[in-house]
């Protein structure tokens, strides 16, 4: 829920390589009040069975930017049967000899406004990921 005073941000994430939610991604939310002002770690949460992260700390009041860093790295490494039969041909684990991540984490950055709620979809795949400010 937002207020006059502070902005809310919510999340999720949708593994476009399976067409299914990324279940169990650690999220991190840190906040800045200022361009130049340092980040302040708040906490985070994990995905929950349908890719959401419903716990995420409350943003303090003044808080003008917001960044999620999401670890995805361990949520392609695991052995889940989808995922691996999903990224079986995928050119860069074929032709590289290399079984890492492409993008190991993912840190989002973006301005809010008091007041406001901002829900930002993460769309994954090994290989690329899109953000957009949803509703």
């Not at 800045?32 to 409350?58: F, I, N, V, Y």
């Not at 808080?63 to 361990?74: G, I, N």
């Not at 695991?78 to 993912?106: C, I, L, M, W, Y």
């Not at 840190?107 to 993460?122: D, K, R, S």
Request: with cysteine; aromatic share 8%.
């Amino acid at each position: 829920m937002s207020s006059i005073t502070t902005a809310s941000v919510s999340t999720h994430i949708l593994d476009t390589s399976i067409g299914r939610p990324a279940v169990g991604v650690a999220v991190q939310l840190a906040a800045r009040s200022g361009a130049s002002a340092d980040w302040q770690a708040l906490g985070g949460s994990a995905t929950d069975a349908d890719g959401r992260c419903k716990d995420l700390p409350a943003l303090p009041a003044g808080t003008t930017h917001v960044r999620l860093d999401f670890a995805v790295e361990p949520y392609f490494e695991r052995s889940d049967d989808k995922q691996a039969d999903a990224q079986q041909d995928a050119p860069a684990n074929r032709d590289s000899g290399t079984t890492g991540v492409f993008f190991p984490e993912v840190a989002i950055t973006f301005a809010v406004q008091p007041g406001e709620h901002y829900h930002v979809p993460l769309l994954l795949n090994p290989f690329g990921y899109s953000v957009y400010r949803g509703s």
